[in-house]
T-cell receptor, first 113, second 115 residues
Framework: QKEVEQNSGPLSVPEGAIASLNCTYS??????FFWYRQYSGKSPELIMSIYSNGDKEDGRFTAQLNKASQYVSLLIRDSQPSDSATYLC?????????????FGTGTQLKVEL | DAGVTQSPTHLIKTRGQQVTLRCSPK?????VSWYQQALGQGPQFIFQ???????QRGNFPDRFSGHQFPNYSSELNVNALLLGDSALYLC??????????????FGPGTRLTVL
């Protein structure tokens, strides 16, 4: 079982629709959760962070966390063509004096005109 | 406010050579982490430096080593390069918070090609 799992996609949604991206993780001790957006050939850019169960909203983005189900999701409302990118789910766990991010393989999102 | 910077942008090496990649963290950050991202994959954690010491290490061989300087900048060294080391190398910086919840911000990356 992979530590962080995402559907690789591509996920295609029409412009203006809601895009729903999902992620599951295996380590119950994980403490914080992040969504990064990565355009082709570029580095990951932080979209959202979430630490507690429930929803966290920031503009068109909503992150949802359910620690009991070990599930994190990202909703993008009013999707725009500029949202077309790969979305990486990352899970943070502190251990041995440091902490590391463990990433999924990413979900490719395509927003179509 | 300068973000995370990395140099060089691109690098081409041959098998067996050694390479050094450099990273300057975002202003106010004291922790640097390095990741390797192969094509079509998520970034893989190499190691993390804080207070000039390696604090945590991922599943990478000893050919991968690093250093953090007093000004918090960092270097990643890879010896005896293999074809499989070709990847995007990402540096991420953060400010160390209690409980390990630091948020990491990535630099633009160094694209390493090994021929």
């Amino acid at each position: 079982q992979k530590e962080v799992e995402q559907n690789s996609g591509p996920l295609s949604v029409p412009e203006g629709a809601i895009a729903s991206l999902n992620c599951t993780y295996s380590d119950r001790v994980s403490q914080s959760f992040f969504w990064y957006r990565q355009y082709s050939g570029k580095s990951p850019e932080l979209i959202m962070s979430i630490y507690s169960n429930g929803d966290k909203e920031d503009g068109r983005f909503t992150a949802q966390l359910n620690k009991a189900s070990q599930y994190v999701s990202l909703l993008i409302r009013d999707s725009q063509p500029s949202d077309s990118a790969t979305y990486l789910c990352a899970v943070n766990r502190a251990a041995g004096g440091g902490n590391k991010l463990t990433f999924g393989t990413g979900t490719q999102l395509k927003v179509e005109l | 406010d300068a973000g995370v910077t990395q140099s060089p942008t691109h690098l081409i090496k041959t098998r067996g050579q050694q390479v050094t990649l450099r990273c300057s963290p975002k202003s106010g950050h004291d922790t640097v982490s390095w990741y390797q991202q192969a094509l079509g994959q998520g970034p893989q954690f190499i190691f993390q430096y804080y207070e000039e010491e390696e604090r945590q290490r991922g599943n990478f061989p000893d050919r991968f080593s690093g250093h953090q300087f007093p000004n918090y900048s960092s270097e990643l060294n890879v010896n005896a390069l293999l074809l499989g080391d070709s990847a995007l190398y990402l540096c991420a910086s953060s400010f160390r918070l209690a409980g390990g919840t630091d948020t990491q911000y990535f630099g633009p990356g160094t694209r390493l090609t090994v021929l």
